[in-house]
């Protein structure tokens, strides 16, 4: 039996008024987790109601399910994600002030020692493996840079500061048919998992992600808190969200 740990944070940030982020960690009966990040986008309000409806949402009804299985897992994943999206749709016709309201999603299921990961936008999903200290995003952007970058008309390092950088091409709420795209990982002893908004991205790079994860000397609560705290510390633009997920092989029975 493997033995997970987690821990999450999430910040208002330095210039924004409210927290469009929403995180949720959910266990169904068969000890399946499931870990979701959003970052709301759109309207005075929209943007926050949005990503709370899709985590609460998706976390509650994953507490009743019935998944215990990668093939359960990836069809229930795409049933309620793809619900909740017209979900938001039609909220968002219902009210005026939540009109063309959105959010992202990043989603890791763990069953057992596979995890299936999904997203609609710009917030990530990264694996840290202690035993070659290397960090790798697991999940896609689908923003216009990311775009941009896979035609080779921008250099990584220019879309960091590329003036449409926070222009995503997909999300929850933008159109009725979604495009999902779920992957399957084994799962390390040690490994990490890092979800995050690009509010933490954006003014933190992947070598200093890596370090962070890599250092023993801290708890999950303190890598989650010392990445907040980098990001405000850059500047704080965004909401700023960060949820570690560790395999811990030490408390494996």
């Known amino acids: 039996m493997i033995h997970l740990k987690y821990a999450f944070l999430s910040d208002t940030g330095k210039v924004r008024k409210n927290n469009q982020d929403y995180v949720g960690i959910f266990k169904n009966k068969y000890g399946v987790i499931l870990t979701i990040v959003a ?22 009804l994953f507490e009743s399910s019935r998944v215990d299985n990668e093939s359960k897992g990836t069809n229930w994943l795409k049933r309620e994600i793809n619900a909740e999206n017209r979900q938001i749709l039609k909220t968002a016709e219902s009210y005026t002030d939540l009109s063309g309201m959105g959010t992202t999603i990043v989603v890791a299921m763990f069953i057992e020692r596979t995890v299936l990961i999904t997203n609609l936008g710009d917030s990530r999903c ?13 999940s896609t952007d689908h923003s216009l840079v990311n775009e941009m970058i896979q035609r080779g008309e921008l250099t990584e390092e220019e879309a960091r500061i590329h003036p449409q950088k926070n222009i995503i091409t997909r999300s929850l709420g933008i159109s009725n048919q979604i495009k999902l795209d779920i992957s399957s990982f084994e799962m390390n002893n040690d490994d990490q998992f890092l979800l995050c908004t690009d509010g933490l991205t954006n003014q933190v790079d992947d070598p200093t992600l890596s370090q962070v994860l890599g250092d023993d000397s801290l708890s999950l609560e303190e890598k989650c808190t010392k990445l907040v705290d980098m990001a405000n510390a850059a500047g704080g633009p965004d ?9 811990d092989q030490e408390e494996v029975k």
């Open 39 to 60: 970052d709301g986008v759109g309207g005075r309000r929209g943007g926050d109601v949005a990503s709370e409806m899709a985590v609460s949402h998706i976390g509650q």
């Open 239 to 247: 909401n700023i969200t960060a949820l570690v997920v560790k395999n």
């Open 126 to 138: 990264y694996r840290y493996e202690a035993d070659n200290n290397s960090l790798t995003q697991l």
